[in-house]
């Protein structure tokens, strides 16, 4: 079997977790428990004269509460801890050391939280609601949180859904949180359909437990961090990295979009062009892999003649930015275009054209961390022939290219070793290299989203096109699955994809950039380019 795909029913229904599947909203949830816990667990450690072990916002957030209904959450992970608290009662003050008590000052950490902030919604997750609704697929949203009508509401996407059911109805109903089905049941139950040929969509590992205790149709799990293996584990059918990496079939079929299945540019002007119409592009390209040609020798990667030339014809059309893991000034000198924008070290740091003021700079604190990881990883990875060690300034890339097959274990093993020690750093992937960033909420995909608002280009009247070949260029095809046009570069692998279609290789990147100038170069007629497939 694909590793990547797996058999499902024509769907009746799909069932949508709302944290971390619809709602950007994890992370603030992670925060509020760490906040919590780590308040209780300082004192209570300090009142025993015993050491203080901070809750992991990562590793215990996914593990134990993740996805359970408050009070579950604070008796599964104090349970880890070897501690047990009276249960209480749901009035409870939130400075009680019960779980009630626990239970509530995380719910009004969160509630700060939503009062200061609009929630954000995923891009691919809002792509997957509008294709349903167009093909009349009933889509329920469920959560263990009560909050769930409130954080929708904020969202701006209470409409999408036919039914909600949330923590509050599971109090009402007195029914029991995930793992078990049951909130899974009383969805379907709410849409009049079958759980046998109904999608679960889940983040979280107790998600997909209920999903697959449920008898569901399909059970897909979404990996927005680095818990893959354990969604499997728990029952996943298919797991993905976000929602943009699937379509809907004529036949009602999830289809995951791979590499080798996307449909080319060269088949599908046509459709582009229609893109196109009353619209004005913006475009991003990345650089290794896209504007050159991938080489063993990352330094020895230059822009040819031909390629800078189109580029430089296309810029004088429209916007254009080279995206790039390479930093800042190592890529201009590289791409020597002044006319263009430039994000390098994947959008840490961000440049307009000369004589413009757009620039940016993220993770200034994080480079004393970066020369620490640099300095381990050189003394550490001198004995393993064929590596090379690259500093950019807002990271460090170790490529793996020319290593013998039998040491890329002991390369990787020795990255994470340095990464264990830094945990203020974390690992990002390409082709044959592995890089240590700065565990910030940044990447190719905000990058591009933050140049859009400074040009305020972030309208709807503006089409973005972003190329690209990588995974680190994934990030900007999510960004842009619901509003952009997204082409990837096919390569050796077959790896799931958010991009909606494909060139074969840098030649045909090429092609379509001067398709694409000679098309801004043609006459209109009220706004609207010419309909043939030229």
Same mark, same amino acid.
Not at 148 to 166: H, I, R
Not at 189 to 196: E, I, R, S, T, W
Not at 416 to 439: F, M, S
């Given at each position: ?19 971390? %599947? %619809? ?5 603030? *949830? ?16 300090a ?7 901070p809750?992991d ?13 408050? *009070? ?9 801890r070897g ?6 009662s ?22 700060e ?7 954000r919604?995923?891009?691919?997750t ?5 294709d349903l ?11 263990a ?12 996407v ?11 109805d599971?109090a ?10 049951a909130?899974? *049941?009383?969805a ?5 359909v079958q759980?046998?040929?109904t ?12 999903g ?25 059918d298919?797991v993905?990295?976000?929602?943009? &990496? ?8 999830? =289809? ?14 046509k ?11 913006? +475009? ?10 991938? +080489?063993?020798? *990352? ?12 580029v430089?014809?296309l810029?004088?059309r ?18 020597a ?12 740091? =961000?440049a307009?054209?000369?004589?413009q ?5 993220r993770g ?8 620490e990881?640099?300095q ?12 090379s060690?690259?500093r950019k ?18 390369l990787?093993a =020795?990255?994470?070793?340095?990464l ?9 992937r390409?082709?044959k ?8 909420d ?8 933050w140049l859009?608002?400074?040009?305020q280009?972030d309208?709807?009247e503006?089409?973005?096109i972003?190329?690209?070949d990588?995974?680190?260029? &994934? ?6 699955? !619901?509003d952009?046009?997204?082409?990837? %570069? ?11 279609y494909?060139?074969?290789?840098i030649e045909?990147?090429?092609g379509?950039?001067?398709w694409?100038?000679? =098309?801004l170069?043609?006459p209109?007629?009220?706004? !609207? ?6």
């Amino acid at each position: 079997m694909n590793p990547y795909n797996s058999d499902g029913p024509a769907l009746e229904a799909v069932l949508l977790d709302m944290d971390g %599947v %619809v709602t950007d909203t994890a992370r603030a *949830h992670a925060a509020a428990w760490k906040e919590m816990f780590d308040e209780f667990l300082r004192q209570w450690r300090a009142d025993r004269g015993e050491v203080f072990q901070p809750f992991d916002g990562k590793r215990d957030y996914l593990q134990y509460v993740d996805g359970k209904p408050r *009070h579950d959450g604070v008796i599964d992970f104090l349970a880890t801890r070897g501690i047990e608290l009276p249960y209480g009662s749901e009035d409870d003050d939130p400075r009680q050391q019960t779980v009630c008590g626990l239970a509530y000052r995380k719910n009004r950490l969160f509630n700060e939280w939503l009062q200061q902030n609009r929630v954000r919604t995923f891009p691919g997750t809002l792509k997957l609601l509008r294709d349903l609704r167009r093909l009349g697929i009933p889509i329920a949203v469920f959560s263990a949180s009560r909050n769930a009508a409130k954080v929708l509401e904020s969202a701006g996407v209470s409409d999408l859904f036919d039914t909600c059911v949330d923590g509050g109805d599971l109090a009402r109903l007195g029914l029991p949180g995930k793992p078990d089905p049951a909130v899974l *049941h009383e969805a379907v139950k709410q849409l009049g359909v079958q759980p046998a040929r109904t999608a679960v969509i889940e983040d979280a590992v107790a998600g997909v437990e209920a999903g697959a205790a449920g008898a569901f149709g399909l059970v897909i799990g979404v990996d927005r961090g680095d818990h893959a293996d354990a969604l499997r584990t728990a029952g996943a059918d298919l797991v993905i990295n976000d929602l943009s &990496e699937m379509r809907i079939g004529p036949d009602r079929r999830i =289809i995951l979009k791979t590499l080798d299945n996307l449909p080319s540019v060269r088949e599908r002007k046509k459709e582009i062009r229609r893109l196109l119409s009353g619209r004005s592009p913006v +475009v991003f390209l990345d650089y290794d892999g896209t504007l050159t040609p991938i +080489v063993s020798d *990352h330094t020895k990667a230059l822009l040819d003649d031909a390629m800078g030339a189109a580029v430089s014809a296309l810029a004088e059309r429209c916007p254009v930015a080279v995206v790039s893991g390479r930093d800042l000034a190592m890529l201009r000198k590289l791409v020597a275009i002044d006319s263009l924008y430039y994000a390098g070290s994947h959008g840490f740091e =961000i440049a307009g054209p000369k004589g413009q003021v757009t620039s940016m700079e993220r993770g200034v604190e994080y480079l004393p961390l970066l020369d620490e990881a640099e300095q381990e990883l050189r003394r550490k990875l001198a004995d393993i022939a064929g590596h090379s060690v690259e500093r950019k300034r807002f990271s460090v890339a170790v490529h793996y290219r020319q290593v013998a097959k039998n040491r890329v274990g002991d390369l990787k093993a =020795i990255v994470e070793e340095v990464l264990e020690q830094h945990p203020q750093l974390l690992r990002g992937r390409g082709k044959k290299v592995l890089e240590i960033l700065p565990d910030l909420d940044w990447n190719k995909g905000e990058a591009v989203m933050w140049l859009l608002e400074q040009l305020q280009l972030d309208r709807s009247e503006i089409l973005p096109i972003y190329m690209g070949d990588d995974i680190t260029d &994934e990030y900007a095809f999510r960004a842009l699955a !619901e509003d952009g046009l997204t082409i990837v %570069v096919r390569g050796e692998d077959q790896r799931p994809t958010a991009a909606d279609y494909a060139v074969a290789d840098i030649e045909e990147v090429r092609g379509f950039l001067a398709w694409l100038t000679g =098309i801004l170069g043609e006459p209109t007629v009220s706004g !609207e380019v010419a309909d043939d497939s030229r």
